[in-house]
């Protein structure tokens, strides 16, 4: 089992930045993947990013390269979203989430999700 609680979300002026951070409690390491999904009102949880938890290896949405950041550390648990350039469009809540599959992209395959932090994003 997988717990997860997010924090750090937010106001900020478009062209800001905002870190959120994930704290994983549980067995971490039956969980590979760390992801970051994101909803807005009246549209469906969309893929942001997402680290292998062993390696390394991160994911990106198309929407978000180059100016969001993804990060782990695996001393405290912990799995982190550096977003820079904030735009309106990124506001939305913002859920942490884990799954057994490796650098998976599909919200349909994470099985622990955290309560969510919300980002607002004033034009």
């Known amino acids: 089992q997988v717990q997860l609680v997010e924090s750090g979300g937010g106001l900020v002026q478009a062209g800001g930045s905002l870190w959120l951070s994930c704290v994983v409690s549980?067995?971490?390491?039956?969980?590979?993947?760390m992801g970051w999904f994101r909803q807005a009102p009246g549209k469906e949880r969309e893929f942001v990013s997402a680290?292998?938890?062993?390696?390394?290896?991160?994911y990106y949405a198309d929407s978000v390269k180059g100016r969001f950041s993804i990060s782990r550390d695996t001393n405290r648990n912990t799995v982190s979203l550096q977003m820079n350039s904030l735009k309106p469009e990124d506001a939305a809540v913002y859920y942490c989430?884990?799954?057994?599959?490796?650098?998976?992209?599909?919200?349909?395959?994470?099985?622990?999700w955290g309560q969510g932090t919300q980002v607002t994003v004033s034009s």
């Open positions: 680290i292998n938890w062993s390696f390394g290896y991160t």
């Open positions: 549980g067995r971490p390491f039956s969980a590979p993947t």
């Open positions: 989430a884990a799954t057994t599959k490796f650098g998976s992209r599909s919200r349909y395959e994470y099985e622990y």
